[in-house]
């Protein structure tokens, strides 16, 4: 089982920018694909993005492409969510999650596709 925590969250003025981190520790992290969710209080947990175990294919909801991009960090064990452009709409927590992935290049963007979560960190776009 592989251990994530997220950072980077904060307050954010619409327009502005935000990198969240997920750091992952554990047994073979590099067999893990990736994903980011995020959730608003009482509403179900949407996808955000996802990355491969190799990290050379993503996904992206449609309300943040263009916005956002996932990468991870082999090196460090870390996957990043580089946010751009924000506004209020994009204000919730994320989640960092992760889960075993036998083929290479598969991304999963269902909440129940992962196993492991991270706690979450809360991203709010306020002027």
């Known amino acids: 089982q592989v251990q994530l925590v997220e950072s980077g969250g904060g307050l954010v003025q619409p327009g502005g920018s935000l990198r969240l981190s997920c750091a992952a520790s554990?047994?073979?992290?590099?067999?893990?694909?990736m994903g980011w969710f995020r959730q608003d209080p009482g509403k179900e947990r949407l996808f955000v993005a996802a990355?491969?175990?190799?990290?050379?294919?993503?996904a992206y909801a449609d309300s943040v492409k263009g916005r956002f991009t996932i990468s991870r960090d082999k090196d460090k064990n870390t996957v990043y969510l580089q946010m751009n452009s924000l506004n209020p709409e994009d204000t919730a927590v994320y989640y960092c999650?992760?889960?075993?992935?036998?083929?290479?290049?598969?991304?999963?963007?269902?909440?129940?596709?992962?196993?492991?979560w991270g706690q979450g960190t809360q991203v709010t776009v306020s002027s």
């Open positions: 999650a992760a889960r075993l992935s036998v083929r290479l290049s598969a991304i999963f963007t269902t909440p129940g596709d992962y196993k492991s």
């Open positions: 554990g047994r073979m992290v590099d067999t893990y694909a």
């Open positions: 990355v491969s175990r190799t990290g050379d294919n993503q």
